[in-house]
């Protein structure tokens, strides 16, 4: 694998940058320089965002956590124009290359981060599942963090403790070819496959046969599905083109003109209705309303006979009680003054009588009182109720000359236009209405549908399972014995020589950096255990017993013996890893190993690392340079090539 370009927009702080990556004849290297916060790392993840997007967080990272690491890439937050990473690599496959060119684009849509992918191969453009795969086939994720590490990388292997292998050995099986174990079981369960009985392989064609007809139909539901969302949506555009042509030719006011013509018949009949009873009041009352004079003679007259009625009465009682009066008065009094005393009290209890001609009312007094009630309490009344009907009468009439002229001026609604506006609007709303029963209906036969493929599913996983296991106990004692009897034998051979081959690459490569041919006298490497033992002319030597530089130029050379026994020819990209080493440690890895170490080496360089003297060294072994001040708008300022380490 040969990495020729990479190209980033509004990622991280490069606004836009493009850089090539081709090296040259006996120039492997390209260097990337720029001090802190310039873009280094930023460049770094690119190459594994841009490979593997997500499946390059080997410990795993939610949809939400991605979604959130990826807003965080965009350009100085610049969330309108999108943010991408554009790899082109030329991939060696079989006898011939291949040019393979990828680019993964983010964009935002509010509160989401969509992620789009474009691989092509030798110009044909492979689909996003397709593209992954191919990648995936190209360079493991796994195998990818033993081409692509950086100063942290790096200064988690250098700290490892002899006691605890599992940061080193990461992902060793894959990168080297040891989980061939697991390859052979799923060979046998194919060879299995084939010994198993006819009446096994019925069941297991029977439940594959259901859950294929069960996943048929729900893809043939899917469609329907579809294509029902699909007219519904024409639904809806036509009810709202039906609406727009209804509204443009005056259908609402024309409908609003109706209910208006509804409400003024409505008001007239309530007028009508204040008149009648207005005419009822006045046919009752409205004679004395309309003679005060004649009200007050009456019930001048009323009161007048009220009191000759009275008069008439005590007089009678007056006379019925004089003979027994005039008895009580002699008893009580002595003398001739009794008449005088019943002259006295005529003259009291009996004024002047009242004219005859002056009460001419030929009513009785129950009659007089009925009259009385009705001049003082139900003509009150009466003129309320008129002076609310009256009210109401001029609220009507306000109401109907403003309904009169506003109708005057509203089109009518009998027009051809209008009503044929109308009647399409009606026709598309039916439909919108059966497109969305439809659609409704769909989902849930849809919904049941995956709910019968997953059970059909779930039913042919336990038939095979039935099928695996009748067919392990058929072929026990002859195939399957002598094959898993092999497997662990092999496995051992082939770990033994991997261990034996990696000790080799490791001592070669710690005797080049350490640059102590006599410090060294064998390497022991052991997967199982996870150790690496590391022994001198005077006895083993101790973690313990290395300087932090060693510690770091140990990772490394691990790093790179672990690359270099895979088998695998591709590049290294390498971040910050001379920030422990003294000068004849950056001398050696710089000159002498990394030159070597493969085809195309990516080395990003602080201002205190690959600068000065060592540049210079280094020069013969660069093809290109490049310092990220450059494509970062002035983030950072550059790094003095001449400054001295």
Not at 108 to 135: M, R, Y
Not at 266 to 278: G, H, P, Q, V, Y
Not at 498 to 519: D, G, I, N, P, V
Request: charge should be negative; hydrophobic fraction near 40%.
């Amino acid at each position: 694998m040969l990495l020729n370009r990479i190209a980033l927009k509004n990622y991280a702080p490069f606004r836009e940058a493009a850089f090539d990556l081709r090296p040259e004849p006996d120039r492997p290297i390209v260097l990337f320089t720029g001090n802190n916060g310039a873009g280094k790392t930023s460049l770094l993840t690119a190459f594994h965002l841009g490979l593997h997007g997500r499946k390059s967080f080997l410990s795993g990272i939610s949809e939400k956590a991605y979604s959130e690491y990826r807003r965080a890439r965009f350009h100085n937050g610049n969330l309108h124009d999108p943010c991408s990473i554009q790899i082109d690599f030329t991939y060696a496959a079989g006898q011939g290359t291949h040019d393979v060119s990828v680019a993964r684009i983010w964009t935002s849509h509010g509160a989401l981060i969509k992620e789009a992918l474009h691989v092509v191969v030798d110009g044909t453009h492979l689909g996003e599942e397709l593209g992954e795969d191919f990648l995936v086939r190209c360079i493991p994720p796994e195998i990818a963090r033993y081409f692509f590490f950086d100063g942290e990388r790096i200064g988690d292997l250098s700290s490892w403790e002899e006691d605890d292998g599992a940061a080193l050995f990461a992902s060793v099986d894959e990168l080297l070819g040891l989980n061939i174990a697991a390859q052979l079981e799923r060979d046998l369960d194919r060879v299995i496959a084939k010994q198993s009985s006819a009446a096994t392989v019925k069941s297991l064609n029977d439940a594959a046969g259901l859950a294929m007809s069960a996943e048929e139909a729900h893809q043939a539901l899917n469609k329907q599905a579809k294509e029902s969302r699909n007219r519904l949506g024409h639904a809806e555009r036509n009810v709202e083109r039906a609406r727009r042509h209804f509204t443009a030719l005056g259908g609402q006011l024309a409908e609003a003109r109706n209910a208006d013509e509804r409400t003024l018949a409505d008001f007239t009949a309530k007028r009508e209705s204040l008149f009648e009873a207005i005419r009822n009041e006045a046919a009752s009352y409205m004679p004395l309303l309309l003679a005060p004079k004649v009200f007050d003679r009456i019930n001048d007259q009323i009161s007048k006979s009220e009191r000759i009625e009275f008069l008439a009465v005590l007089q009678r009682a007056l006379q019925e009680a004089d003979a027994p009066l005039r008895s009580r008065l002699r008893s009580l009094v002595k003398g001739d003054g009794i008449p005088a005393i019943m002259d006295a009290v005529r003259e009291a209890l009996l004024p002047k009588p009242v004219a005859v001609e002056q009460a001419t009312l030929d009513i009785s007094l129950r009659e007089a009182h009925w009259m009385r009630s009705v001049l003082t309490r139900d003509l009150p009344s009466m003129r309320e109720r008129l002076a609310r009907y009256l009210d109401e009468l001029s609220q009507v009439g306000v109401s109907i000359a403003t309904l009169s002229t506003r109708l005057e001026v509203a089109p009518n609604a009998s027009d051809d236009r209008i009503r044929v506006a109308l009647l399409a609007l009606e026709d598309a709303s039916q439909a919108l209405a059966l497109a969305r029963n439809e659609s409704a209906r769909l989902d849930e036969d849809l919904a049941k549908a995956r709910r019968e493929q997953d059970a059909t599913q779930a039913q042919l996983r336990d038939v095979r399972r039935d099928h695996f296991r009748n067919a392990r106990l058929h072929v026990r004692d002859s195939l399957i014995a002598g094959i898993l009897a092999a497997i662990p034998e092999y496995a051992q051979l082939l770990r033994k020589s991997k261990e034996q081959k990696l000790s080799a690459l490791l001592k070669s490569s710690l005797e080049t950096l350490w640059h102590k041919t006599k410090r060294l006298s064998s390497v022991d490497v052991n997967f199982a255990e996870c150790t690496i033992d590391l022994r001198g002319p005077e006895g083993p030597i101790s973690r313990s017993d290395l300087s932090a530089a060693e510690k770091q130029l140990f990772a490394i050379s691990f790093i790179f013996s672990l690359a270099n026994l895979s088998d695998r020819r591709l590049p290294f990209a390498i971040d910050t890893p001379l920030a422990r080493l003294d000068r004849q440690h950056r001398q050696n890895l710089v000159t002498t190993f990394l030159p070597a170490a493969s085809h195309q080496t990516i080395l990003f360089s602080t201002d205190t690392e690959v600068v000065g003297k060592l540049l210079e060294d280094a020069s013969q072994f660069i093809a290109r340079r490049y310092e990220l001040a450059d494509y970062n708008e002035g983030l950072t300022e550059p790094v003095l090539a001449e400054a001295s380490l």
